[in-house]
Structure formats: C-alpha cells, structure tokens
C-alpha cells in the first residue's frame, strides 16, 4: 500500500511539472523574440538576478549562458543593494527572475537598475506586478500549478522559468553561429570539452615521427621507438605523406624475412594511410579508429601536410 502511494505520488509531481511545460508551448512567443534581441544586440554582459529558489535558477541560466558564448554574471537581489550593484556597467542588460515579481528585493534593485538607464528583461508569472509592468520586455508565464498537494512549493513554476532561460541560451548561441569547436575551447577539462577538442591539439603533445622512402630499417624502428607512438610517416624528399609504418608492419616483415639487410621503408610500409584534418574534433576520430581498427591516424592541414601523428590512447587518455 506504501509502495502505491509513493507511485502515486510520483506520478502527480511528473503530470504538474509536464502540464507547466506544455503550456508554454501556447505562449506569445513575440516577448521571447524581442529578449533575445535586445540581448544579441548590447555592448556589455547578461547580469541575471533573483531571490530564493529564483535565484538557483538565475546561476544555472548564467552558467548556460557563459559556456554558449554569451557573458554572463550572477546578482543576488538580497545582496545587490549592499554593494553588488557595482558590477552593472552601462550596456548591461539585467534580468531579473521572480513568481510573483512583487519581492521588495526585486522592486529595490529594479528600480535602482532603470535610475542607470540600464536595460531590462522581467521573466515571471503575475501580469500585474511591478516586474512586468516596469521592464523594458517583460516575460509573463502563464498561471502554473506548482506539484505539491497545497501549491506552495516552487517546483512546476522552477521548470517553467528554466525552459525559459534555456529558450533563451540555445537561441543566442545559434543566432551568434556558436559551434561545437567553440564549446571545446570553453570547456578544456571537462568530458565534453574534450570530446569535442580538434586532434591538432591533442597531437601537438607529440613530436611527429616520418621517414623517407629510402631510409634504412635501422632508422625506422629507431623513429617509432623514440616517440612512442607505435608508428612514423613515411614521406617523399618533397614532403609528400606516401605510407605509415606501425610496429605491427615491422613484426611481420621479420616473420617473412630472414635477411633484413637492405630493407628501407617504402619495402614495408602501407600505402595510403588513414589521415585525419586537424580541425576534427576527437570523438569523431575515435570513430575513424573504431571503424577501420586501426591504433593510428595520421594528422594533416587543409593542404594535406603532415602536421602530427594521433594513437588511440591519447583519446583514451582524455
């Protein structure tokens, strides 16, 4: 019986937060539009502020924001007016976050905010209160009923404002051409950022071992032992990438030779080898790799010069 009450119970948090979305979908999109504008269109930066649980949604629209491309600060309503305000320059645009739009935080620093001439957006669900009516573009959601049995918790009314913010964050990075390359370069340490960091980066942590055609086996396993990579290029006097030579190629050529004097590169290694642009992002050559089964991937520039060598336990290693 305990079991089927929890269930129930999960089942009515699920239903009010989904029924809080899908009314937005019937939203005047046009306020939407003119926030985003406004945005693209300043100077300075996104300060975004709020009170309570408001103000846990604000750092998340924030953090979106920053890691899109868009900069972006964090102001707490309860903390502005006792210094903080210091961070609004002229060119900002500050958004404030708030249910009602009525807290006498909110009203303090939005009245503070339109004394610098400093522009506005209000995201909130009352028509009526001083937020919506003093905002330069006001955001109003439509009446949610919050997941709770007594309708007092901010939950429904949470998700709400986070789609909103999130609206506004994908809109922004696509309408300012913010690519998955950008997105790496703003995220080096994290997972995804190093799934999408281009291999010229990871292999110019390495040398990049090549031989001519006609250097002598000698030199070959010399090349590959000394940079550790499992393999080296081999190119022509011009420059030219004309093969690869792995350690896997050096072991047969000894299983099917017994004498190995005279032996030099172009006798043993593989023609047209796998290569990669420099500009491709990891994840995608980790594919290349899975795909052919191979450990090695030859780097090149747009010209098809030999720029580096990558092996799959750097991606590993990432």
Do not use: W
């Amino acid at each position: 019986m305990k079991n089927i009450v929890i269930q129930e119970i999960i089942d009515s948090v699920i239903s009010a937060e989904k029924m809080a979305i899908d009314k937005l979908l019937n939203i005047d999109k046009s306020f939407l539009s003119k926030a985003i504008s406004l945005i693209i269109d300043i100077k300075g930066k996104v300060i975004v502020s709020g009170i309570g649980k408001s103000a846990f949604v604000a750092q998340k629209f924030v953090a979106t924001l920053n890691s899109t491309g868009t900069s972006a600060v964090f102001l707490h309503a309860a903390d502005a007016m006792h210094g903080d305000v210091g961070i609004i320059d002229k060119g900002d645009v500050v958004v404030f976050i708030s249910k009602s739009g009525g807290s006498k935080e909110i009203i303090e620093l939005l009245t503070y905010v339109e004394s610098r001439s400093v522009s506005t957006i209000g995201i909130c669900n009352n028509s009526d209160s001083y937020l919506a009516q003093k905002s330069n573009v006001s955001i109003v959601l439509p009446e949610i009923k919050e997941a709770d049995a007594e309708n007092i918790i901010p939950t429904s009314s949470i998700i709400s404002h986070l789609v909103i913010c999130d609206c506004i964050s994908i809109a922004l990075q696509q309408m300012n051409s913010f690519t998955s390359d950008d997105f790496g370069k703003l995220h080096p340490r994290g997972t995804l950022g190093k799934q999408l960091a281009t291999v010229k980066t990871i292999a110019a942590q390495h040398s990049k071992p090549r031989v001519t055609l006609a250097d002598p086996l000698q030199k070959v396993i010399y090349t590959i032992s000394s940079n550790k990579l499992g393999a080296c290029c081999v190119m022509d006097k011009n420059g030219i990438i004309k093969g690869i030579i792995t350690d896997g190629d050096i072991r047969r050529m000894l299983e099917k030779n017994t004498d190995i004097s005279g032996i030099v590169a172009s006798d043993i290694m593989t023609s047209d080898p796998k290569s990669i642009h420099g500009d491709t992002i990891s994840k995608d050559a980790l594919h290349i790799m899975a795909q052919y089964n191979i450990n090695q991937l030859l780097v090149i520039d747009s010209s098809t010069q030999y720029i580096g060598m990558l092996h799959i336990q750097d991606l590993i290693n990432e």
